[in-house]
């Protein structure tokens, strides 16, 4: 079945999750394509992607990359080859489940409706995470809290992993100064998308901490992005953006121009 949508989702060591999240997103309604990015899975993630390409041909795709590269060369990886296959809305979601792969339609249609991304936001009504230790909770939030100060970004989750892009931002997007990849690849890339013009609105989800498999979260990817939005931001004094193009004037109804 053809779609002019793209799932796009890294793993390393995801054999307990990818064929659940696989099967998952190919049973909505809405028709979705997804792209696996393995970086060199010891556990056999990959071999298991391929052995159900054969069952679902033609939507089913994996790149495989030698080696943990990380998160944000792995969606880089991925942006290039779905505006390769000219997808016109790509996302980003996890293996774990801790994305819903039922919230795909409702971030599809927010940009289908106007936004050029759409954000699967934990905190625009509050706190919606499930089974997270409330010291996570409060880093994650905060971590937020101080993005948004430093860099004047009015989204409430500056973190969040779950997104759906339209093809204009992603052609926009000079992938080459992209230059994080842990957690402050997310801000990185919403940050941009704004300094670009782009519009960005946040969609509430519940985040569901993962059951299987092993967290890549790390005091180091905390780091990077403690370091790397000061970076971000002062790197924006010395950078002129490109802005996206202006939305053509609306011709009104019942008038006749001539050629």
């Not at 556990?43 to 080696?67: C, H, P, W, Y």
């Not at 990886?77 to 979601?93: C, I, N, P, S, T």
């Not at 919606?128 to 939030?141: A, D, I, Q, T």
């Not at 939005?229 to 924006?236: D, G, R, Y």
Request: hydrophobic share 40%; with cysteine.
């Amino acid at each position: 079945m053809s779609s002019d949508s793209l799932v796009i989702i890294p793993t390393y060591n995801e054999k307990e999750n990818i064929e659940k999240i696989t099967r998952s997103i190919f049973s909505l309604q809405q028709p979705f394509h997804i792209l696996v990015i393995d970086d060199g899975s010891p556990d056999g993630t990959a071999a298991i992607v391929k052995r159900m390409q054969g069952e679902f041909s033609g939507k089913l795709f994996i790149e495989e990359r030698k080696g943990k590269l990380g998160l944000g060369t792995a969606y880089i990886h991925g942006f290039r080859w779905a505006l390769k296959h000219d997808y016109q809305y790509v996302f980003e979601m996890d293996a774990d489940f801790s994305h819903n792969p039922a919230d795909l339609p409702r971030l599809l249609e927010a940009c289908q409706s106007g936004a050029d991304v759409a954000i699967g936001s934990r905190y625009v009504t509050g706190v919606n995470v499930v089974n997270w230790p409330m010291s996570r909770v409060l880093m994650s939030y905060f971590a937020s809290v101080y993005v948004r100060l430093i860099t004047g970004m009015d989204i409430q989750d500056t973190t969040a992993g779950f997104k759906c892009y339209r093809r204009q931002v992603l052609e926009t997007i000079d992938f080459d100064r992209i230059k994080f990849v842990g957690y402050a690849f997310q801000i990185e890339m919403k940050f941009t998308a704004l300094q670009h013009g782009f519009k960005v609105i946040e969609v509430p989800i519940i985040f569901i901490n993962r059951e299987q498999g092993v967290s890549k979260m790390s005091t180091n990817i905390f780091r990077e992005a403690f370091i790397g939005v000061i970076q971000i931001k002062a790197n924006s004094w010395f950078r002129k953006y490109k802005q996206k193009p202006a939305a053509p004037a609306a011709v009104p109804t019942g008038i006749k121009y001539d050629a």
